[in-house]
């Protein structure tokens, strides 16, 4: 099998995944992933995580130039926004309206520097300092311009009322944190007002240290 054919089958793989196990509903969520050559695979507007056809699947060539496979998602200028400012680090960018991410970003006293609590250690690690972006209509351009003024400091935001953006160095990466990503938010709810014994200073920089986990 090709990298191309091999790549169109995981991504719809991935996507009936997070789909089954309600990560994102109905038409929501998009995927991208980068082949070596440069080009982009990309799901399409309005389609269902859980019936992606591979064959069907956008694709684009080095350049950013639809070239194949049917619309593409118009949450393009987030995926974009990965790729230029974190080019040697991301090869997937994975969107999903997941329940408990969103449930956090939309209450008053959140973080927006980093909105996930240090709960674990998990998150930290695979996901660094995830920050919290302003509203945005769905497909507003602007969600792009606010990724790249983060000057790609950050692999992973959260659009509020919206939902949680994660790049990655591959596809597989970026699913796993953000399915961390949302288990880190539901665990903040859950434990909201309890007083939960949070990770130290001293803990959480010792994962940075030890993972070499962008922290600034």
């Given at each position: 099998?090709?990298?191309?054919?091999?790549?169109?089958?995981?991504?719809?793989?991935?996507?009936?995944?997070?789909?089954?196990?309600?990560?994102?509903?109905?038409?929501?969520?998009?995927?991208?992933?980068r082949l070596s050559?440069?080009?982009?695979?990309?799901?399409?507007?309005?389609?269902?995580?859980?019936?992606?056809?591979?064959?069907?699947?956008?694709?684009?060539?080095?350049?950013?130039?639809?070239?194949?496979?049917?619309?593409?998602?118009?949450?393009?200028?987030?995926?974009?926004?990965?790729?230029?400012?974190?080019?040697?680090?991301?090869g997937a960018v994975?969107?999903?309206?997941?329940?408990?991410?969103?449930?956090?970003?939309?209450?008053?006293?959140?973080?927006?520097?980093?909105?996930?609590?240090?709960?674990?250690?998990?998150?930290?690690?695979?996901?660094?300092?995830?920050?919290?972006?302003?509203?945005?209509?769905?497909?507003?351009?602007?969600?792009?311009?606010?990724?790249?003024?983060?000057?790609?400091?950050?692999?992973?935001?959260?659009?509020?009322?919206?939902?949680?953006?994660?790049?990655?160095?591959?596809?597989?990466?970026?699913?796993?944190?953000?399915?961390?990503?949302?288990?880190?938010?539901?665990?903040?709810?859950?434990?909201?007002?309890?007083?939960?014994?949070?990770?130290?200073?001293?803990?959480?920089?010792?994962?940075?240290?030890?993972?070499?986990?962008?922290?600034?």
């Open positions: 099998m090709s990298e191309e054919a091999s790549l169109r089958e995981q991504i719809c793989m991935m996507a009936k995944s997070l789909y089954d196990r309600g990560l994102t509903a109905g038409s929501s969520g998009n995927i991208s992933a050559d440069g080009r982009l695979l990309v799901t399409p507007t309005g389609s269902s995580f859980g019936r992606l056809d591979p064959a069907r699947l956008s694709l684009f060539d080095s350049e950013g130039r639809l070239i194949g496979g049917d619309k593409p998602t118009k949450e393009m200028p987030l995926h974009a926004a990965f790729y230029e400012t974190r080019p040697k680090k991301t994975v969107h999903l309206h997941s329940s408990h991410s969103v449930a956090l970003s939309i209450l008053p006293d959140v973080d927006t520097d980093n909105m996930l609590p240090p709960l674990t250690a998990y998150s930290i690690m695979k996901l660094g300092k995830v920050k919290l972006l302003p509203y945005f209509m769905p497909g507003d351009p602007a969600m792009g311009d606010a990724i790249r003024g983060l000057a790609g400091k950050r692999s992973a935001v959260m659009l509020a009322a919206h939902g949680p953006v994660v790049s990655a160095k591959d596809l597989a990466a970026a699913v796993y944190a953000i399915e961390e990503l949302e288990e880190t938010a539901k665990l903040a709810m859950l434990t909201r007002g309890a007083n939960p014994c949070l990770l130290t200073d001293a803990q959480i920089a010792d994962l940075v240290r030890t993972y070499d986990v962008e922290w600034d």
